[in-house]
């Protein structure tokens, strides 16, 4: 390809990008039926021979934009699915270019430089013991996995089994304690590790989901304690400093899964519910959650540096490792080899933003959930959690009501939220997560809400 036709065709995709975020607040924010049923243009037989490039850019931009749900507008509820910080967009665009395989130093000077940089300032950021280890993912389903490997392992290297060399089978058990409702990605993180569901120990919640610190059983070295920063309903936040006090005196091993609500340690008026967090050994969180980064990226933290290079660590005499502070080898702290430059996206992210902006950001979330709340009950809805930070459970009278009404504001186009189940009962779970949710996106959100529950009523 000649360098026109290179430009030409990148300044297309430009264009239809632009196009796309330029409009993308006043799209539906779920794509109507005719949209879903336009993607049949997708569904031929792999061609014989090649296919124009602007052509197949035309197809995407034509057939596959609208049909894509508007995430990055201000009226997604959904999946605690955060926006786009349009400075990390513009980044990754860039660092498409690059295509950039970040496993190691020598394949990247400049992602391992941003990888290092980003670990110290996440440290920094929550508040983290010096030198904690870090590592970027995919999600925290991911970095929920790596934290916890380097937790069995470390438990069962103090204990003299050799892990790598001498497999599960006859190991020294090792006890899990966790919250009755502690998130699904932890569940299937647990059982992929090898610790069977039925092996594991559940500790009673509270109303609002907290683990109930009184009602745990007796802590030893042997054991892995799993907290939450944040229940994915109601948004509380487990007990964590109690529960960490009462594990180092054990010698347990503390593991954090923060996905979206870790970053209430970044916030002066929310640090509260994370107290203690430095208190743990390991952390998962989500960068494209709360702090608004691109997709995808997850990250896992670790106390112990090493603990989680031993569990992660790939080898093999082809492999070019650097072992070097200056010169950090990204696939140390990760299950990938292969990897994607999520450190460009990050580091953009947090540099956009700077301390004040990531609190600013923390903080504008929860108000607006907040408001959200505040503006549902005036409506008669029912909230039925404390609003702590940025999560909202909401019914209505009946369960069949709640069930219809989420329904309709699902086709509504006017916003997206997604449905739960708390206490045995149906509701509509509203994730209050993008930088560019407005009081304006609420309003006509909350007004889609009354519309859905009239419909529902009527059965129109």
Known sequence: MIDKERRE?????????????????????FPDEDAIERLDVFDGALPEGPA????????????????????????????????????????????????????????????SRLEAVCERWLVDLFGLPEGAAAGLVSGTSVATICGLAAARN????????????????????????????????????????????????TVPVDDQGRMIAGRMP???????????????????????????????KANSWVHVDGAFGLWAAASEGKRFLAKGIEKADSWSVDAHKTLNAPFDC?????????????????????????????????????????????????????????KSGVEKLVDRLCDRAAEFAEKLRGQKFNVLNDVVFNQILVSCDTDEETEATLKKVQESGECWCGGA?????????????????????????????VVAREGARSGN
């Open 421 to 449: 189940v708390w206490e045995g009962r149906p509701v509509i779970r509203v994730s209050v997560c993008s930088e560019v949710t407005t009081a304006e996106d609420i309003d006509r959100s909350v007004a889609a809400f």
């Open 298 to 354: 997850g990250i896992v933290l670790c106390r112990n540096r090493e603990a989680l290079i031993s569990a992660m660590q790939s080898k093999g005499s082809y492999i070019q490792y650097s072992r070097d502070d200056k010169r950090r080898d990204g696939m140390l702290y990760t299950l990938d080899m292969s990897r994607c430059a999520r450190a460009v996206e990050l580091w953009t992210t947090l540099k956009s933003l700077g």
């Open 154 to 201: 470390d438990i069962l290297d103090r204990l003299g089994w050799d892990l790598s060399l001498k497999g599960l089978f006859g190991a020294p058990k090792i006890r899990v304690l966790l919250g009755d409702q502690a998130h699904s990605s932890v569940f299937k993180a647990l059982s992929l590790l090898g610790f069977g569901l039925e092996n594991l120990e």
């Open 9 to 29: 065709l990148f300044e297309q995709a430009k264009s239809y990008a632009l196009d796309y975020m330029e409009g993308v607040n006043e799209r539906a924010v």
């Open 52 to 111: 124009e490039s602007s052509e197949i850019l035309r197809l995407l931009h034509e057939y596959g934009s609208p049909a894509t749900v508007a995430q990055t507008g201000g009226r997604y509820f959904g999946f605690v699915i955060g926006g786009a910080n349009r400075a990390a967009v513009a980044a990754k665009w860039l660092s498409s270019a690059w295509d950039q395989n970040s496993a190691l130093y020598v394949m990247s000077p400049i992602v």
């Open 218 to 248: 007796e802590l030893d070295d042997r054991t892995i304690v799993i907290v939450q920063a944040g229940n994915v309903n109601s948004g509380a936040f487990d007990p964590i400093d109690e529960i960490c006090d009462l594990a180092k």
